[in-house]
């Protein structure tokens, strides 16, 4: 073999091997059973109350195995809360804006929209449902709340860096004063979330998170930690 033909076939060899290899029939297959089962989910929950849904029924409108569903998801209300999320997230973004304050408050416009439609009777059957099976609710809080609260809660720190709100209530309780009131009003359905709510919401959240102020009005400067 000439060094010629020799230096051919190694660059032959390293561009294959650098070539991106082909996804497995085995993968793809896979992939879109683990579509299908969270679009058919999504379907079910359309017209069927999260309680009346089944692993059987998500199975047999995805056309898939019981045994295909539990390879990915442990429970039916895993699998339902993944597909409620595949949609909801995207539609409540914590918004990227300048100013920490101004992205709370669209985040909460944009949550309270969301909650007022499908999303809104989702979440409150799952917690609903949640009260006699304690293993819907770890799924509802390790799956989405807690992810959901640490987006929030770093948001809520710069704005208090900023001196944007106040500094002397700690974070925790400030989710809750931010998200209670909604949730409230999701489970009870004594009023409505709708725009009117959002604003009066949002503006007496700003007020009870405002900075104190002085006897001046102004607010007062942050002290520096001594090292």
Not at 49 to 78: F, L
Not at 134 to 162: H, I, K, M, Q, S
Request: glycine residues 4%.
């Amino acid at each position: 073999m000439t060094a010629a033909k020799a230096g051919g076939r190694a660059s032959a060899a390293k561009l294959a091997a650098a070539a991106p290899r082909p996804r497995s029939p085995g993968r793809a297959r896979s992939d879109a059973s683990r579509t299908a089962i969270l679009e058919a989910t999504l379907k079910l929950l359309e017209t069927t109350p999260v309680q009346q849904i089944s692993i059987e029924s998500i199975a047999r409108e995805a056309g898939v195995g019981k045994a295909t569903i539990y390879r990915w998801w442990s429970s039916k209300a895993a699998v339902v809360i993944e597909a409620f999320l595949h949609t909801h997230l995207s539609h409540t973004l914590m918004p990227k804006v300048a100013s920490p304050r101004e992205a709370l408050m669209r985040h909460i416009h944009l949550l309270i929209d969301e909650y007022s439609g499908w999303s809104g009777r989702i979440v409150s059957q799952i917690m609903a449902e949640g009260q006699s099976d304690p293993d819907v609710l770890r799924e509802f809080r390790e799956r989405f709340w807690y992810g959901r609260r640490a987006v929030v809660r770093e948001v809520l720190e710069e704005a208090r860096r900023r001196g944007e709100i106040r500094d002397d209530l700690d974070s925790e309780s400030q989710m809750d004063l931010l998200y209670a009131p909604i949730y409230f009003r999701l489970l009870m359905r004594h009023m409505p979330l709708d725009k009117k709510f959002a604003d009066e919401h949002c503006a007496a959240i700003m007020l009870m998170l405002a900075p104190p102020q002085n006897d001046a009005g102004v607010a007062p400067a942050r002290k520096r930690k001594l090292a």
